[in-house]
């Protein structure tokens, strides 16, 4: 089955970095990779989201980058700010019906003031 | 985006009770839900798709007469956690697919933190 591999698990940057946060899938038919961001305590909320028929997505400083043929997605923060820190999810699915979604297992991202 | 809420966001229970957990699409129908399973510091895994009118699909290893989910509406969706177990201690969220962006994009509810003693 779909597996996806998620790194690094953490991850500190001083404010005003960036940070980037790399995914790896194994199915080729998946096609929809989105991003989740979650606080403690709370659900994910979707950041961001690539189809695979796209290669990249900016949203201000949020930018996610798909290389289809290594099976590679990224997440990239730019300007970080101390509210950023949380814990970032990858995902995967594919137009099975239900799109069913698998994850990585999270990236803590910690921005230091 | 889309609402997705859950009641309660917490509770506590004692070891062999039952307890419900409610997962609600605020503002749009859905005819399919997932619920989730996340243990501290892991990451979210599926344990069953819920949908409206009938049976729900459950993940290779979740108990289906353990976790009881039934889909009464289009717009809610109940997971029972039947004779709970302190082991059954877990932040449960449940998630419902966005109509509006061809059913590929889920939005998640707050979750519900079960502490069995």
């Known amino acids: 089955g779909e597996n996806v591999e998620q790194h690094p698990s953490t991850l500190s940057v001083q404010e005003g970095d960036s940070a980037v946060i790399k995914c790896t899938y194994s199915d080729s038919a998946s096609n929809y990779f989105p991003w989740y961001k979650q606080e403690l305590g709370k659900g994910p909320q979707l950041i961001i989201d690539i189809r695979s028929n796209v290669g990249e997505k900016k949203d201000q400083r949020i930018a996610v980058t798909l290389n289809k043929t290594a099976k590679h997605f990224s997440l990239h923060i730019t300007e970080t700010q101390p509210e950023d820190s949380a814990v970032y999810f990858c995902?995967?699915?594919?137009?099975?019906?239900?799109?069913?979604?698998?994850f990585g297992t999270g990236t803590r991202l910690k921005v230091l003031a | 985006g889309a609402v997705v809420s859950q009641h309660p966001s917490r509770v506590i229970c004692k070891s062999g009770t039952s307890v419900k957990i409610e997962c609600r699409s605020l503002?749009?129908?859905?005819?399919?839900m997932f619920w989730y399973r996340q243990f501290p510091k892991q990451s979210l895994m599926l344990m069953a798709t819920s949908n409206e009118g009938s049976k729900a699909t459950y993940e290779q290893g979740v108990e289906k007469d353990k976790f009881l989910i039934n889909h009464a509406s289009l717009t809610l969706s109940t997971l029972t956690v039947t004779s709970a177990h302190p082991e059954d201690s877990s932040f449960y969220i449940c998630?419902?697919?966005?109509?509006?962006?061809?059913?590929?994009?889920?939005?998640f509810g707050p979750g519900t933190r079960l502490l069995v003693l």
């Open positions: 503002d749009f129908q859905a005819t399919t």
């Open positions: 998630s419902a697919p966005s109509p509006q962006r061809a059913g590929e994009t889920q939005y």
């Open positions: 995902a995967a699915s594919k137009p099975s019906g239900t799109y069913k979604y698998i």
